[in-house]
């Protein structure tokens, strides 16, 4: 065997030398600051992802007690990422290169936004300098308070230069926080964005008021038949400072609010949702929609109609398919806990509508019979399942969803009111 240091496959070197390896989940950080003198103060979120700047494995190679704090100006979204560690690996010893880290940072960041990383305190101090001249871009369309702070939301439809970097620097907090993030094309006339700000009032005796980043949505307007658009929302980022404290479904609420005002809006759908943003939908959704007379408790036991969709469209504009799921949600909320029947009766409903999919009519067949040969129909015969699997299957679909839709009823139960 070679005497050379053995490697795996990702070029980290082996494990008797591991002590140069650091998992980049628990080694790096983010902060949010507006004074340099408060960097060290300053609390640490961790990111949820990092694999879009140091590879699948979410290792960073060369360091021994690697610390890597990406501090961010709160307002302007630049950048300064802070390296510490004890001991760099001997490259030529191990024969492995230790990986660069601000290289792997900046190659993350588009040509054009290459400045907005700076590498010395000094060029971070002249940044935060101009924080408190910072002023939103786009219109305000809401104002609200949430424990004690002030939140104004402002939405910006079109495009300019100085927008379309300040969005870029923005969007770099997703490649922490969402799965598979990327930047939305800025030349592209059907992107619309939303973003929510802290404000407050300025301290240095000028009039006026200083602004934090707490979050930012972007949504992509198709078309929709016959002279409509139908947006979709793409991203939604609530900086991690502003979670868990209701902030996210004023945001998300009052974005709904706005575009329910625009005629052209035909219904509003999601991209791709992840769990968290589906449970803050189905929340926000749910508040709206348990307002409207068509989805009182005595038209809830009747079922899921037509009428609910129209005035859920017209009022929020919410698609007709998550009309029907926030339907069974409310319907849910409104059974009595020893009320067997009604809990049966709206089991059934369910089921019936996750068996739609299942389903082959006999129009189906008859297509399969004329497209397919004797034994490929066999086949298909063979992998449908029983009545008693399918009816098995129905029920474990019908209890991991009654399980999501209890989450959402308890955070009603328990938040009846969107700030």
Request: proline share 3%.
């Amino acid at each position: 065997f070679s005497s050379m240091v053995q490697m795996d496959i990702d070029g980290i070197p082996s494990s008797s030398n591991n002590e140069y390896v650091a998992d980049g989940l628990e080694c790096v950080s983010l902060k949010f600051v507006r004074d340099a003198d408060k960097i060290d103060r300053a609390e640490e979120y961790a990111p949820e992802y990092v694999y879009q700047h140091f590879g699948d494995s979410e290792n960073i190679v060369g360091y021994k007690d690697l610390s890597l704090t990406i501090v961010y100006s709160e307002a302007s979204m630049k950048c300064y990422p802070i390296i510490k560690y004890n001991k760099k690996m001997d490259e030529a010893k191990e024969g492995v290169k230790a990986d660069d880290i601000m290289v792997k940072l900046k190659n993350q960041l588009p040509v054009e936004q290459m400045e907005m990383q700076v590498e010395s305190i000094d060029e971070f101090r002249a940044v935060l300098a101009k924080e408190d001249n910072f002023k939103p871009y786009g219109e305000l369309i809401a104002k609200f308070s949430n424990g004690g702070k002030d939140y104004e939301i402002y939405k910006k439809d079109d495009s300019d230069p100085e927008f379309d970097r300040y969005l870029t620097r923005a969007q770099t907090l997703a490649l922490w926080y969402i799965h598979a993030a990327e930047y939305t094309d800025n030349s592209d006339d059907k992107w619309m964005h939303y973003f929510i700000y802290e404000s407050r009032r300025r301290t240095d005796g000028i009039d006026g008021h200083t602004y934090a980043l707490a979050g930012y949505c972007s949504l992509y307007r198709f078309y929709g038949y016959p002279e409509k658009i139908r947006p979709r929302i793409a991203q939604i980022l609530l900086l991690p400072q502003y979670r868990a404290c209701g902030i996210g479904a004023s945001f998300l609420h009052r974005i709904y609010q706005d575009l329910a005002t625009m005629k052209e809006v035909k219904d509003v759908t999601a991209e791709d949702p992840a769990d968290g943003f589906l449970y803050l939908r189905d929340y926000v959704e749910a508040i709206n929609l348990s307002a409207l007379p068509e989805f009182s408790l005595e038209k809830l036991k009747e079922g899921f109609t037509e009428e609910m969709y129209t005035a859920a469209n017209k009022t929020f504009k919410t698609n007709k398919r998550q009309c029907r799921r926030i339907y069974e949600i409310l319907r849910l909320r409104s059974i009595g806990k020893k009320d067997e029947a009604g809990l049966k009766q709206y089991r059934l409903d369910v089921k019936k509508r996750l068996d739609i999919p299942m389903r082959r009519t006999d129009k189906d067949w008859k297509k399969l019979n004329a497209a397919l040969e004797e034994e490929e129909i066999q086949q298909v015969a063979a992998s449908t399942p029983s009545m008693e699997e399918k009816q098995k299957q129905l029920q474990q679909m019908y209890e991991a969803e009654v399980e999501v839709y209890k989450k959402t009823i308890h955070r009603m139960d328990k938040y009846p009111k969107i700030v």
